[in-house]
């Protein structure tokens, strides 16, 4: 996926500035780890149904339906996560000598800037151009106070949007590609005293003021002479015969004005300069436009149009000609007004309104419809479902509950980086079968496992962003990948380019796991190292509570680039072990006996039960006459595994005279009342 142009590079890197401003020496942070974060909050995201806080714990709980989230194995500690999560919301430089201590969104502006220019330097839009409204919700103080050292954490001014599902809160002006639905521009609506402030306010007022600053990197000028013609969607806020005249006069004004050679491929020679073309879905800007009467002239099919043509006088003598288009939709009436396109019939849609009366037929008619119309149906919908996948399927606004408004508006343009990453991933690489969740699935993996420190130090190809490798591109899910880590992992280990693959976690992150805290590294113990074994980590992909590969975690003995690394190249060239624990002989009592509760039985037994054995310990002790011949044979048998696995261990003179019938193993039981005693 197109990580590198999805995400805001230049922001990542201003808030690494930032935070090691604020941290101290010893807890500096990198663009790796911050990266790291910003992939915690999308994963945290995907996992609504657990309270934050508890996203790091490793053990079921009762009625729990799936595993312990067990979210530490992907590289953000808990410890490190509250720590880092605060400094977020401080994106501006400690002295505030890089802020305008008057300007009220002085605190949360960096996102907006940033996302501007990131946009505006790698993405080159499609022939359509779409524009629309978007929402940050917010709800709490509201009110910055000029001067350095104010409180940042109140949202400077509230809009309240009343037709929008979440009304309250920062609204935004964007413009989208109208192909891909990759955002391009974002303006946030900032309120009267700032908007007089704004270029274009004077001429135009605030409406189309701010269209012409979001599609100023879209003019054809002296700077960029060959900038392509584009078609421009607006909803009806954007609208207008005004906006339209507008939008005309100030980019033929631009490019004309200075006399630059420019293409008339698709202009007549007195709009040599324009390369913009508005059209739009017009409801309540009809100053200068009847649109009633043209409504009058409709059928009243559902598919039915009527056009109208005008032509209006700008301010150089020189005419724009407009059209508009009003088309039945069911019961309603859409008026479209357009400076291109065309009337003539195009591709029939479907709509909610044209179903047949009859229930049992299964059939819907697909209206007709003008081509301009198609033109609108492909660009109208791009930011709305937009922030259908943002707001809501990913909701990572609610996630995260702060009373830090700069910290709500980096989640919120987070939200727009990996809509806009996924977007561009289905249109440049055609893949219609992704889904969304899938999609935010493998960008929080891509972020929490990046490689952008490796690559920074040289240790990595710049190509290689992350580590595919271990990357679960699948649809299981990140909580149950995290949860399954250590549960599933048989002896046989899984190659590396299956499921969740090859991580170093530690010993104490294995559910199960009871042996001891450090074990020899098995890729040192492979290549011959003598010297400094000991690790306290382990291959997630190779470990269960009975099996583990002990492994360093980043650098070993062994070469370069380290254990891990050659781990993951190479899965089945090293040995894992089974970890000895030690195990404690116990007794049971032999059958008949009934042995009572709260007495110790003898755990050992005096020298008639027969011979020493080498080495001071106690000798086999004989059956008793009551233990069948099966009990028997089954009771040396596991006696000689027991002396099998105790080669080389330290010895003891612990006993095995009673051994349980079931198990074959001995038991460590509370006296037997009429045990062993009785029956010798």
Same mark, same amino acid.
């Given at each position: 996926?197109?990580?590198?142009?999805?995400?805001?590079?230049?922001l990542?890197? @201003?808030?690494v500035?930032?935070h090691?401003?604020r941290?101290?020496?010893?807890?500096?942070?990198?663009?790796g780890?911050?990266l !790291?974060?910003?992939?915690s909050?999308?994963?945290?995201?995907?996992?609504?149904?657990?309270?934050?806080k508890?996203?790091?714990r490793?053990?079921?709980?009762?009625?729990?339906?799936?595993?312990?989230?067990a979210?530490g194995?992907?590289?953000?500690?808990?410890t490190? /996560?509250?720590e880092?999560?605060?400094?977020q919301g401080?994106m501006f430089?400690k002295?505030e000598?890089? %802020?305008?201590?008057?300007?009220?969104?002085?605190?949360?502006?960096?996102?907006?800037?940033?996302?501007?220019?990131?946009?505006e330097?790698?993405i080159?839009?499609?022939? *359509?151009?779409?524009?629309d409204e978007?929402m940050?919700?917010?709800?709490?103080?509201?009110?910055?106070?000029?001067?350095?050292?104010?409180?940042?954490?109140?949202?400077p001014?509230?809009?309240y949007?009343e037709?929008?599902p979440?009304? %309250?809160?920062?609204?935004f002006?964007?413009?989208?590609d109208?192909?891909s639905?990759?955002g391009?521009?974002?303006?946030?609506?900032?309120?009267?005293?700032?908007?007089?402030?704004?270029?274009?306010f &004077?001429?135009?007022?605030?409406?189309?003021?701010?269209?012409?600053?979001?599609?100023e990197?879209?003019?054809?000028?002296?700077?960029?002479?060959?900038?392509?013609?584009r078609? %421009?969607?607006?909803?009806s806020?954007?609208t207008?015969v005004?906006?339209?005249?507008?939008?005309? /006069?100030?980019v033929r004004? =631009?490019?004309?004005?200075r006399?630059?050679?420019?293409p008339?491929?698709?202009?007549?020679?007195?709009?040599?300069g @324009?390369c913009?073309?508005?059209?739009?879905d017009?409801?309540?800007?009809t100053?200068?436009?009847?649109?009633? @009467?043209? *409504?009058q002239?409709?059928?009243?099919n559902?598919?039915?149009w *009527?056009t109208?043509?005008?032509?209006?006088?700008?301010? &150089?003598g020189s005419?724009l000609?407009?059209?508009?288009?009003?088309?039945?939709r069911?019961?309603?009436?859409?008026?479209f007004?357009c400076?291109?396109g065309?009337?003539?019939?195009?591709?029939p849609?479907?709509?909610k &309104?044209?179903?047949?009366?009859? +229930?049992d037929?299964?059939?819907?008619?697909?209206?007709?419809?003008?081509?301009?119309?198609n033109?609108?149906?492909?660009s109208?919908?791009?930011?709305d479902m937009?922030?259908?996948?943002?707001?809501?399927?990913?909701?990572m606004e609610?996630?995260?509950r702060t009373?830090?408004?700069?910290?709500r508006?980096?989640?919120?343009f987070?939200g727009?980086?990996?809509?806009?990453t996924?977007? %561009?991933?289905?249109?440049?690489?055609?893949?219609?079968?992704?889904?969304w969740?899938?999609?935010v699935?493998r960008?929080?993996?891509?972020?929490?496992?990046?490689n !952008? &420190?490796?690559i920074?130090d040289?240790?990595?190809?710049?190509?290689?962003?992350f580590?595919?490798?271990?990357?679960?591109?699948?649809? =299981?899910?990140v909580?149950s990948?995290?949860?399954?880590?250590?549960?599933?992992?048989?002896?046989?280990?899984?190659?590396?380019?299956?499921?969740?693959?090859?991580?170093a976690?530690?010993l104490?992150e =294995?559910?199960?796991y009871?042996?001891s805290?450090?074990q020899?590294?098995?890729v040192c113990?492979?290549?011959g190292v003598?010297?400094k074994l000991?690790?306290?980590?382990?291959c997630?992909?190779?470990?269960?509570?009975?099996?583990?590969?002990?492994?360093?975690?980043?650098?070993?003995?062994?070469?370069q680039?380290?254990?891990?690394?050659?781990?993951?190249?190479?899965?089945l060239?090293?040995?894992?072990?089974?970890?000895?624990?030690k195990?404690?002989?116990v007794?049971?009592?032999?059958p008949?006996?009934?042995p009572?509760?709260?007495?110790?039985?003898?755990?050992r037994?005096t020298?008639?039960t027969?011979? +020493?054995?080498?080495?001071?310990?106690?000798?086999?002790?004989?059956?008793?006459?009551s233990?069948?011949?099966?009990?028997?044979?089954?009771?040396?048998?596991?006696?000689?595994?027991?002396?099998?696995?105790?080669?080389g261990?330290?010895?003891?003179?612990?006993?095995?005279?009673?051994?349980?019938?079931?198990?074959?193993?001995?038991?460590?039981?509370?006296?037997?009342g009429?045990?062993?005693?009785?029956?010798?």
């Open positions: 996926m197109l990580f590198h142009v999805g995400l805001c590079d230049n990542l890197l @201003k808030c500035g930032w090691n401003e941290l101290p020496p010893n807890k500096q942070t990198t663009a780890e911050l !790291r974060m910003w992939g909050y999308a994963a945290l995201a995907l996992h609504p149904g657990e309270p934050v508890t996203m790091w490793r053990d079921a709980r009762p009625g729990d339906l799936f595993p312990p989230p979210f194995l992907h590289g953000v500690t808990k490190r /996560w509250e880092l999560k605060p400094y401080l430089s002295d000598d890089d %802020l305008d201590s008057s300007y009220p969104w002085r605190y949360s502006c960096a996102p907006i800037v940033c996302y501007n220019d990131t946009r330097m790698l080159v839009p499609s022939w *359509a151009l779409t524009e978007e940050a919700l917010w709800l709490g103080d509201e009110g910055v106070v000029e001067g350095a050292g104010a409180n940042p954490k109140p949202i001014k509230t809009s949007v037709r929008k979440d009304p %309250l809160g920062a609204e002006k964007t413009v989208a109208g192909e639905g990759c391009l521009r974002a303006e946030v609506q900032e309120g009267s005293p700032e908007h007089e402030k704004q270029q274009y &004077d001429e135009y007022g605030h409406t189309i003021a701010t269209q012409l600053r979001m599609l990197p879209y003019f054809r000028t002296t700077t960029n002479p060959s900038m392509p013609d078609a %421009l969607y607006g909803d806020w954007f207008g005004k906006s339209l005249e507008a939008i005309h /006069w100030e004004d =631009v490019c004309v004005a006399t630059v050679p420019f008339t491929a698709h202009s007549s020679p007195d709009q040599s @324009k913009l073309w508005p059209y739009g017009l409801k309540t800007n100053a200068r436009f009847d649109k009633e @009467k043209l *409504a002239h409709v059928g009243i559902s598919g039915d *009527a109208a043509t005008s032509e209006v006088e700008l301010p &150089d005419k000609q407009l059209f508009a288009c009003a088309h039945r069911g019961g309603e009436i859409h008026t007004l400076t291109c065309c009337t003539t019939l195009g591709v849609q479907r709509h &309104d044209d179903e047949l009366a009859s +229930s037929s299964g059939y819907i008619l697909c209206r007709k419809c003008p081509k301009c119309c033109d609108a149906t492909l109208q919908p791009k930011i937009n922030n259908k996948m943002r707001q809501f399927e990913l909701a609610r996630r995260f009373e830090s408004w700069p910290f508006c980096f989640i919120y987070l727009k980086m990996l809509v806009d996924f977007r %561009l991933h289905v249109y440049i690489n055609k893949d219609k079968d992704l889904t969740r899938a999609a699935k960008m929080a993996y891509a972020m929490l496992h990046n !952008r &420190d490796k920074d040289g240790d990595c190809p710049a190509t290689e962003l580590d595919t490798t271990a990357s679960p591109f699948n649809e =299981v899910s909580s990948t995290l949860g399954r880590l250590g549960e599933h992992a048989a002896p046989g280990r899984r190659h590396a380019k299956t499921e969740c693959g090859h991580l976690v530690p104490s =294995v559910p199960g009871s042996g805290v450090q020899n590294c098995a113990v492979a290549n003598k010297t000991k690790t306290s980590y382990c997630s992909c190779c470990a269960s509570k009975d099996y583990i590969l002990p492994i360093h975690q980043r650098a070993g003995k062994f070469g680039p380290g254990c891990m690394a050659a781990h993951v190249a190479d899965p060239a090293h040995k894992g072990i089974r970890p000895k624990v195990k404690t002989p007794a049971t009592p032999a008949g006996d009934s009572a509760k709260g007495t110790r039985s003898q755990a037994t020298g008639s027969g011979g +020493s054995r080498a080495g001071g310990r106690s000798s086999r002790p004989a059956r008793s006459q233990v069948p011949a099966s009990r028997q044979g089954r009771a040396r048998s596991r006696l000689d595994e027991i002396d099998e696995e105790d080669e261990e330290e010895e003891d003179d612990e006993d095995y005279s009673n051994l349980d019938e079931d198990s074959g193993e001995a038991q460590d039981s509370e006296t037997g009429q045990g062993s005693e009785d029956d010798d």
